[in-house]
C-alpha cells in the first residue's frame, strides 16, 4: 500500500484498481502514511498558514429539491429567511476586522435572487474591500448570470458536483436536476475565468468505491482550483432522512488522496467534517486540507441554514470563532492566514486585473 501512496505522490493520480485498493484496502498505519505525505506537500506549497474564508450564508430559499439537503423546496419545516445587502455587508465589516480576505457568499437557489441584485452586493462587496476576494456558492445559473456577476467582481464559484455518476446522481436528486447540466455549469465557470471549486459528500447513500473513482477521474479532467468535500450527514426532514452519515475516516483519507493528487489544490477542512468529529477540522489539516471557512452568518439566522442535523452552530461571535479556530490551529502547528488564499496560478490574473 506504501508503494501506491509513493506512486501517487509521484505521478499524481493510479489506475483504478489501485485507487479501488487504496479506498477501500488502507489500514491505520497505511492511512497515516498517507496523511503524511500528504501535509508534507501542502506545507511545502503553503507552509504552515490555513487560509481563511468568512461564510455568509444569505438565503435559506432554495428551488430545488435535492433529497439528501434541509433547506430542499419540500421541506416545509424549515423557516425560511433572506438577508438584506446591508446585513451581508455589515457581516464583510466584521469580518474583515477579524483577518479575513475572502467572503463566501453562500445560499440555495432563491429565486429572488436576480443577477441584478445578486451583481450589485458582490459589486458592493469589491467596492468596501478591494483587497478581498469573493466567492459564490448559489448553484446552477445561466451562463450569461454567470458572466454578469463575473464582471461584477466574483473571483470564485463552488458548485460541487456531487457525484459523476449520471444514474448515482439521478438517485440523489429528483429528475430535473440533471448531472448534464451541473457539468455545463461548471464548464461555463471555468472558461468566464473563476477560480471554480466541484466537490461531493463522501459516504451519500449508494455510493461505492467506483462512484468515487469517477469522482477523482472527473476532478482529473475538470481541474479545479478548489474541491469541497464532507461526510454526508442525514437531516431529519429530508428523505435520506435514515441513512448512515458519511465517515470521518473515509473523508480524511479522501482529503489525503486529493492533495496528493493536486498539490497546489484549495482543499477546506468542511463545517460537516467539524460537526462528525469535535476535532474533524484539525484532523482535516493534517490530513492535507489548507483552507477553513468559520461561520459569518448572523447568529439570528445560522439555525436556520440546517443542511444536516447538528450543524454545528456553536453560539460564538465571529471574533471569538476565529480566535478560537487560530487557537485549535496553533495547537496543531499552523495558524490561520490573514490573505485572499488564491489559488497557484491566480496571484498573477489578479495582480493583472487589479493593473487594468
Ligand atoms: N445551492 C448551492 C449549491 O447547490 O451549490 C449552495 C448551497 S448547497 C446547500 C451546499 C452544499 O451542501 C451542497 O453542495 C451539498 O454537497 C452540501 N450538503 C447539502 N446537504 C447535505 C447533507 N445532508 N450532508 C452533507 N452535506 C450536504
Known amino acids: 500500500m506504501r508503494e501506491l501512496i509513493d506512486q501517487l505522490a509521484a505521478e499524481h493520480t493510479l489506475p483504478d484498481r489501485e485507487f479501488a485498493a487504496l479506498l477501500t484496502q488502507a489500514g491505520q498505519g497505511d492511512r497515516e502514511y498517507l496523511f503524511h505525505r500528504a501535509r508534507r506537500v501542502a506545507q511545502g506549497r503553503f507552509g504552515n498558514r490555513v487560509y481563511t474564508r468568512g461564510l455568509i450564508e444569505f438565503t435559506n430559499h432554495c428551488r ?50 436576480t443577477d441584478r441584485w445578486m451583481a450589485g452586493v458582490v459589486a458592493a462587496i469589491k467596492a468596501a474591500h478591494p483587497d478581498c476576494a469573493v466567492t459564490l456558492s448559489i448553484g446552477e445559473r445561466s451562463g450569461e448570470s454567470y458572466r454578469l456577476l463575473r464582471q461584477a467582481g466574483a473571483d470564485r464559484y463552488l458548485l ?58 472527473f476532478l482529473e479532467q475538470l481541474q479545479p482550483a478548489m474541491v469541497g468535500i464532507g461526510p454526508f450527514i442525514p437531516h431529519r426532514d429530508t428523505p435520506f432522512a435514515r441513512f448512515p452519515a458519511g465517515t470521518l475516516e473515509q473523508t480524511l483519507l479522501l482529503l489525503g488522496i486529493l492533495r496528493l493528487m493536486f498539490p497546489g489544490l484549495l482543499l477546506p477542512a468542511t463545517t460537516a467534517l467539524g460537526t462528525i468529529a469535535p476535532d474533524g477540522r484539525e484532523q482535516g489539516i493534517l490530513a492535507g486540507a489548507n483552507v477553513v471557512m468559520p461561520n459569518l452568518s448572523p447568529q439570528g439566522v445560522r439555525e436556520k441554514y440546517s443542511l444536516y442535523d447538528n450543524k454545528i452552530c456553536t453560539g460564538e461571535e465571529a471574533a471569538e470563532s476565529w480566535e478560537k479556530l487560530d487557537a485549535r490551529m496553533r495547537a496543531i502547528g499552523y495558524q490561520l492566514a490573514v490573505d485572499r488564499g488564491d489559488a497557484p496560478g491566480f496571484e498573477t490574473v489578479r495582480r493583472d486585473m487589479d493593473r487594468s
Not at 440523489?172 to 466537490?199: D, F, I, N, W
Open 160 to 217: 460541487r458536483h456531487e457525484t459523476a455518476t449520471p444514474a448515482h446522481y439521478a438517485r440523489l436528486h429528483p429528475p430535473a436536476q440533471t448531472l448534464e447540466r451541473r457539468m455545463g455549469c461548471l464548464q461555463s465557470l471555468k472558461e468566464l475565468g473563476y477560480q471554480v471549486g466541484a466537490g461531493f459528500m463522501v459516504g451519500s447513500p449508494w455510493q461505492t468505491a467506483e462512484h468515487l473513482i469517477a469522482d477523482l477521474r
Open 64 to 113: 430545488c429539491d435535492c433529497y439528501y439537503c434541509g433547506i430542499r423546496r419540500s421541506n416545509r419545516q424549515a423557516s425560511r429567511y433572506r438577508l438584506e445587502q446591508e446585513e451581508i455587508l455589515d457581516r464583510c465589516a466584521t469580518g474583515y476586522r477579524l483577518g479575513f480576505r475572502t467572503f463566501v457568499l453562500q445560499g440555495g437557489e432563491d429565486p429572488a435572487v
